[in-house]
């Protein structure tokens, strides 16, 4: 059984930092892109980041270029979204997926259930 399971969400004030992250578990994780969506209260889920398999290339949406990072660590099957310079706007469930990345065009198999962040103003 996949399970994806983000950690890390938690009421910050802007300007603030969060390291949020996504432990994965029951699938070949090498072998797996992974990616960070979020979604707004009334929104719908938008995509943020993602990570090829080897780590080697990483892709950003326009808002978050600059103050956000994404890694993995493939010997611990976690994947990481280093959050920096946090707005308001920002303020969203975050969660991970694994699926395939080529450019801007993405397909996730399996997702996680999230995790809460709060940016304050």
């Known amino acids: 059984q996949v399970q994806l399971v983000e950690s890390g969400g938690r009421l910050v004030q802007a300007g603030g930092s969060l390291r949020l992250s996504c432990a994965a578990s029951?699938?070949?994780?090498?072998?797996?892109?992974m990616g960070w969506f979020r979604q707004a209260p009334g929104t719908e889920r938008d995509f943020v980041a993602a990570i090829s398999w080897s780590g080697g290339s990483t892709y950003y949406t326009d808002s978050v270029k600059g103050r956000f990072t994404i890694s993995r660590d493939n010997a611990k099957n976690t994947v990481y979204l280093q959050m920096n310079s946090l707005k308001p706007e920002d303020t969203a469930v975050y969660c991970c997926?694994?699926?395939?990345?080529?450019?801007?065009?993405?397909?996730?198999?399996?997702w996680g259930k999230g995790t809460l962040v709060t940016v304050s103003s």
């Open positions: 997926a694994a699926g395939w990345v080529a450019g801007k065009d993405y397909g996730m198999d399996y």
């Open positions: 029951g699938l070949p994780f090498r072998s797996y892109a």
